[in-house]
């Protein structure tokens, strides 16, 4: 469930289930030889971006580039309300 600032809460969805839900898709991705998967997200459109990461942009655009090995990579739009001094990369 969704309240207020966005948050990864892990007594909602665990590390395991997480890393799961990346793992099944790479396996498909080897039976299917890909070289990779790139899921697109907004503010309108969060569902699955937000299924592999539990991120929901707040009026931001990304995509996730899922590999067939290793971790998935979070490439993200900032909006003029962050300030990316403040923000770690």
Same mark, same amino acid.
């Given at each position: 469930?969704?309240? =207020?600032?966005? +948050?990864? %809460? *892990?007594? #909602?969805?665990?590390?395991?289930?997480? #890393?799961?839900?990346?793992?099944?898709?790479?396996?498909?991705?080897? #039976?299917?030889? @890909? $070289?990779?998967?790139?899921? !697109?997200?907004?503010?309108?459109? &969060?569902?699955?971006? %937000?299924? !592999?990461?539990?991120?929901?942009? !707040?009026?931001?655009? =990304?995509?996730?580039?899922?590999?067939?090995? =290793? @971790? &998935?990579?979070? @490439? +993200?739009?900032?909006? *003029?309300?962050? $300030?990316? *001094?403040?923000?770690?990369?």
């Amino acid at each position: 469930m969704r309240r =207020g600032l966005i +948050a990864w %809460s *892990k007594e #909602e969805v665990s590390d395991a289930a997480m #890393e799961a839900r990346v793992t099944r898709t790479q396996a498909r991705m080897r #039976e299917q030889k @890909l $070289d990779a998967v790139i899921a !697109y997200t907004s503010f309108a459109r &969060p569902n699955v971006v %937000s299924w !592999y990461t539990h991120f929901v942009p !707040y009026w931001n655009d =990304g995509l996730v580039v899922i590999f067939p090995t =290793g @971790l &998935p990579m979070m @490439l +993200a739009a900032f909006s *003029k309300r962050v $300030d990316r *001094k403040s923000t770690r990369l």
